[in-house]
T-cell receptor
């Protein structure tokens, strides 16, 4: 049972374009939605995160859009650069009996072409 | 500042062999996690530990055991390795404060033949 559904599986964008990755969730107990970036041979690292009390968060060229009623959130990368080529994971966090569990989407391999 | 350190980085096992993956963090985090990463499957939680002395199952615990040795260390044991356990394993840690960043190690690439 995939609690966080992510699409597309892979994405190719031209340099300077906008990259958009989408995620959807079912569990309304989720209360924290981070995005992680992973380069080959490395562990994932936090890129940007949002809480459900806001609809958008922007950090530099990276923006999360959050739609609580639709239970969807997306990552937008503006002016995409070759250095942004990586695998991106959305995630959602919920607390169960005092313990936090972080559930990941299946990942999107992003390639930025010159 | 080492962060989260995993050993070994690579390992090849024969079916039926056992091994322990080691993980240590130096950030004084309470929560620690073990994930496996497989193509098209994302990161799936195997086990986690909210604090020293406690462990809980994640999504895919079968075939694994864990030990939270102390606050710093969280090990993952494969008692009888199977080819289906071929994967990249990541350890992560997190402060036990709501909605905080998880820090990942570099991963262990395990192949079971």
């Amino acid at each position: 049972q995939q609690q966080v559904k992510q699409s597309p599986q892979s994405l190719i964008v031209q340099k300077g374009g906008i990259s958009i990755i989408n995620c959807a969730y079912e569990n309304t107990a989720f209360d924290y939605f981070p995005w992680y970036q992973q380069f080959p041979g490395k562990g994932p690292a936090l890129l940007i995160a949002i809480r459900p009390d806001v609809s958008e968060k922007k950090e530099g060229r990276f923006t999360i859009s959050f739609n609580k009623s639709a239970k969807q959130f997306s990552l937008h990368i503006m002016d995409s650069q070759p250095g942004d080529s990586a695998t991106y994971f959305c995630a959602a966090s919920a607390t169960y009996f005092g313990n936090e569990k972080l559930t990941f989407g299946t990942g999107t391999r992003l390639t930025i072409i010159p | 500042n080492a962060g989260v350190t995993q050993t070994p980085k690579f390992q090849v096992l024969k079916t039926g062999q056992s091994m322990t993956l080691q993980c240590a963090q130096d950030m004084n985090h309470n929560s620690m996690y073990w994930y496996r990463q497989d193509p098209g499957m994302g990161l799936r939680l195997i086990y986690y530990s909210a604090s020293e002395g406690t462990t809980d199952k994640g999504e895919v615990p079968n075939g694994y055991n864990v030990s939270r040795l102390n606050k710093r260390e969280f090990s993952l044991r494969l008692e009888s390795a199977a080819p289906s356990q071929t994967s990249v394993y990541f350890c992560a840690s997190r402060r036990q404060v709501l909605n905080t960043e998880a820090f990942f190690g570099q991963g262990t690439r395990l192949t079971v033949v």
